[in-house]
């Protein structure tokens, strides 16, 4: 290496900053615009079944399939963003795939797109064996198929960019066990020396993506072999496991990617940095190995499944997100309490996604219990308790960076910056509260057509969703239209020098 | 990227499709049944003269059934299972010809591929269990080992010991046509299925 | 040198009667051993042939990507059940799989693997647990015999054995990357030759940034 390289290296730092910057924003602005069209997918949904909207149902079912892929997606997309923005700072990651994740991703997105609304495919984001190979002429295997095709190609990219990103950590700590700072939880090392918030939780999103998207691989080609070769067959009860495996791991892992943003955003609020003691690294344990038992908890009205996978689903389900949520929760107030913390939207928005998190949580449980699952699985208990934790948790947590990106361009709000956050919040609680109490009412989940007792509930839950919509498009308008000024922002963060390799 | 990269990636990849294309006949088969299937329906081959000894101990070749259409089974008559699917199905394609004389154009030959074991008390009793009567349907073993091999060979029938002392084998019902040529291979079927497919060779 | 007769050995070995049949009497010995060591033969000469290996064909395979592919395509040949059949149907393939085994799977994964960057071997094994999970769930459901060699039962077994491995490659890949085990240590020495030469004409094999 000579002075030429060295001078090299700095120019290529700051390249790459720009190009780093520059894939975030477009990231940012895919997941701002995606979110905001499936949310007008949702609102649609619920103004149908209010009888505010004349809907048909394939049309409704079509909605369904695709508001809750695309939304499973972008979450995916909007924690990935987070993880990677926080992680680089402490680990080497690649920037080419870190943009070949959001290009395949918007390839797959067009393939699921056109499998619905061209093809009509309605078989839930889900596609569980083998309702997508009998659509009864609704819509064709070439649909299932593209659909399927949509969600490998994704799986591929996210597959890259875990990959490349546990090769970062792996690189920087030696071992994944010493990312999660296993050696801190059990005591082996002083607490002072583990790494950093965002490192455990990026490490433990990463590794449970990277198993649930080689399992769901393996689903995935073995239905569209189905599709296509009817005589393969396959155990439906398997094919449930694998895809609840893989869809359960995928979705969760969208909250531990995007709680970074609490760690790192809230502390620069309060100007005291995350705590990271002996129980944080111990939850983050806890939970990567419970996230990935705890899947049988979706099977549980599967009465083919061995009783102890149910036994186990249930037990776990009381606990697996408990830890990280915990210490989350008790972190967060920790560094709020007495900080004379400034509030704004961003820092209410952190701080309300581990509220949300942590409300969402509660719900969860009941459902997770198997007698109550029996009668209220198939209630719209179960979309308000996922909505409550995704929507008021993920996508309040990836608004508060998404917002805290934008303040780096200080010219002038335009004075509704309170009113998109009271818009939501307030929104979001009446939507999650019209979904829960429907479920206590019995009133079934899915169905495109209600009954008149079950319109008050709907057209409830419709007023919240609009409420959202107004909320958050206020802030993605307002996100995008600083996004050529924040392209053109010099960089200041410049990534921390990075130890000396320790494997390889 | 380097020189030579596209270039070679390009290289590799055509050749790669162009031998899994070979391999699946143009990606339309992956197992070797769907492959002779296919080589048949495209290609239809002329089936080897061998003689065959037929329940009444009479010698006949496939030359005997120039004109007709002819569906041909392979069995071995200790089999306790899909030769005896094979052999129902073809009872019911002969029922279906004694009620419709119109399409008597088709005969029915089973082959045995046992012929240590077929002799003709055996092929007797199972041409008896079916309702086999020649010439319309006769149970045969070819008179030779090597009449066997060829057949089977041109067939493109596999026979392969199975753990209880009989044998598996790849089970269909071949079509052979007015002029003796192997046409179709077909599944165990419905009768009007298989007489259809018959009517249609003799066209 | 050691690689070359070990190489050899193994070959001849997998060719003797004894061995060639035992192996592929068995479907799921014939999937999970004998192929898998043909292909080890293969990477056992990379180092040697390495040496050997024309400038331009070392530089067009940019990060062993025409490599990888080549592998791509020649394993799914062999997965094929058409092909496993013809293979024991008649002598010609035998040879055929005999031979282009080693050369067209083992010895470009043994020369292309040295100038993979990490990310890029990482995703290679990812989607080879995946490919080997999806033909072992196949094979375990199919209904219908898809080998006209092989029993059914025997093609049940040679899913479970396909799934075995994959659930092990899981297991295994899981474990040394979380505890940080090398992968190569157990095979240094095989591998010493390959390092070498590795480092001499390949600098940084990594992905632009």
């Not at chain 1, 496991?241 to 995928?250: D, R």
């Not at chain 3, 050369?103 to 960057?117: A, C, E, H, K």
């Not at chain 3, 295994?172 to 095989?190: H, I, M, N, T, Y």
């Amino acid at each position: 290496m000579s002075a030429n390289a060295g001078r090299a290296d700095r120019a290529g730092v700051r390249d790459g900053e720009t190009a780093a910057r520059a894939v975030e924003l477009a990231y940012i602005a895919v997941v701002a615009i995606v979110l905001l069209l499936m949310m007008l997918f949702g609102l649609t949904m619920r103004a149908a079944q209010a009888q505010y909207l004349d809907v048909q149902p394939r049309l409704f079912y079509v909605l369904l399939t695709m508001h809750g892929a695309g939304m499973v997606g972008i979450a995916g997309v909007a924690g990935a963003v987070v993880m990677w923005h926080f992680v680089r700072r402490h680990v080497p990651v690649n920037t080419t795939v870190f943009l070949a994740n959001l290009v395949l991703f918007l390839i797959g997105a067009v393939l699921i797109l056109g499998s619905g609304f061209i093809g009509g495919f309605a078989g839930a984001w889900t596609f569980l064996y083998p309702l997508p190979a009998h659509s009864n002429g609704i819509w064709s295997a070439n649909a299932a198929a593209a659909y399927m095709l949509g969600l490998l190609v994704i799986g591929v990219g996210f597959l890259l960019l875990h990959l490349d990103v546990l090769h970062g950590i792996w690189r920087t700590y030696g071992s994944l066990a010493n990312g999660l700072g296993l050696k801190q939880a059990i005591g082996l090392k002083p607490e002072k020396t583990g790494p950093p918030p965002a490192v455990p939780a990026a490490t433990m999103a990463s590794i449970v993506n990277v198993l649930g998207i080689v399992i769901g691989a393996v689903v995935l080609i073995l239905s569209l072999v189905n599709l296509y070769v009817p005589s393969f067959t396959m155990s439906a009860l398997v094919a449930k496991n694998l895809i609840y495996f893989f869809g359960h791991v995928f979705i969760n892992a969208t909250i531990y990617m995007a709680v970074i943003a609490v760690y790192e955003i809230l502390p620069l609020y309060a100007h005291h940095p995350w705590k990271t003691n002996r129980i944080f690294y111990l939850a983050w344990v806890a939970s990567t190995v419970m996230v990935l038992i705890v899947y049988p908890h979706h099977l549980l009205m599967d009465f083919a499944m061995p009783p102890w996978a149910l036994v186990v689903g249930q037990i776990i389900s009381y606990l697996s997100g408990l830890p990280v949520l915990l210490v989350t929760a008790f972190g967060a107030l920790t560094v709020v309490h007495r900080s004379g913390l400034r509030w704004d939207t961003p820092s209410g928005l952190c701080f309300l996604g581990v509220l949300g998190w942590a409300a969402g949580v509660i719900p969860a449980i009941a459902d997770g219990t198997i007698v109550v699952n029996s009668v209220m699985h198939n209630t719209q208990w179960v979309p308000g308790h996922f909505h409550t934790y995704l929507l008021l948790g993920t996508v309040a947590m990836f608004l508060g960076y998404m917002t805290w990106t934008a303040k780096e361009v200080p010219h002038e709000t335009i004075g509704t910056e309170p009113a998109a956050f009271w818009l939501y919040v307030g929104g979001g609680i009446i939507f999650v509260v019209a979904f829960l109490a429907a479920g206590s009412a019995s009133v079934p989940r899915r169905y495109a057509v209600h009954l008149a007792p079950w319109l008050t509930y709907d057209r409830i839950g419709s007023l919240g969703a609009l409420l959202v919509v107004l909320g958050v498009g206020i802030m993605v308008v307002q996100f995008l239209v600083r996004v050529p000024a924040l392209a053109r922002l010099p960089m200041t963060a410049v990534a921390q020098p990075l130890p000396e390799a320790a494997a390889e | 990227m380097t020189r030579g990269f596209l270039p070679l990636l390009g290289f590799v990849i055509a050749t790669g499709l162009a031998t899994l294309g070979f391999a699946t006949s143009g990606f339309r088969v992956v197992t070797t049944e769907g492959a002779r299937r296919l080589a048949v329906e495209h290609h239809p081959r002329a089936v080897p003269d061998a003689v065959l000894v037929d329940q009444d101990g009479r010698r006949f070749t496939f030359a005997a059934y120039r004109g007709k259409a002819l569906l041909v089974e392979f069995i071995y008559t200790n089999c306790p299972t899909i030769c005896g699917i094979l052999g129902d199905d073809f009872g019911r394609v002969l029922a279906t010809l004694r009620q419709d004389r119109g399409t008597s154009g088709v005969d029915l030959l089973s082959i045995s591929f046992d012929p240590a074991r077929d002799g003709p008390r055996a092929l007797r009793s199972y041409a008896a269990r079916f309702g086999a009567n020649a010439p319309g349907w006769r149970v045969a073993v070819p008179a030779t080992r090597e009449g066997l091999r060829a057949l089977l060979k041109s067939f493109g029938v596999v026979v392969i010991p199975d753990r209880f002392g009989g044998f598996t084998h790849n089970a269909a019902i071949y079509l052979l046509d007015g002029q003796g040529r192997l046409v179709r291979i077909l599944d165990a079927g419905p009768p009007a299925t298989l007489l259809a497919e018959a009517a249609h060779a003799v066209s | 040198m050691l690689r070359l007769a070990a190489a050899a050995i193994l070959w001849f070995g997998l060719w003797l009667p004894p061995l060639r049949s035992g192996l592929e009497s068995d479907m799921a010995l014939h999937m999970t051993v004998q192929i898998p060591l043909l292909a080890v033969v293969g990477i056992l000469i990379a180092p040697e042939v390495r040496r050997f290996e024309p400038r331009w064909l070392a530089e067009a395979d940019w990060l062993g990507i025409p490599g990888i592919v080549l592998v791509l395509f020649s394993t799914s040949c062999w997965m094929l059940p058409v092909a496993l059949d013809s293979a024991l149907g008649d002598w010609r393939m035998e040879v055929a799989k005999f031979v282009s085994l080693p050369l067209l799977v083992g010895m470009p994964l043994g020369l292309s693997w040295q100038r993979m960057p990490p990310l890029g071997r990482l995703f290679v094994i990812a989607n080879i647990i995946s490919k080997v999970g999806a033909l072992g769930g196949l094979y375990l459901a199919a209904p219908i015999r898809l080998c006209a060699y092989y029993r059914l039962d025997q093609q049940a077994e040679a899913g479970s054995a396909l799934l075995a491995v994959a659930t092990a490659a899981i297991v295994g890949a899981f474990l040394a990357s979380f505890f940080g085990w090398s992968w190569r240590r157990p095979f240094r020495d095989a591998w010493k030759g390959h390092r070498a030469v590795a480092t001499a004409t390949d600098a940084s094999p990594s992905l632009p940034t």
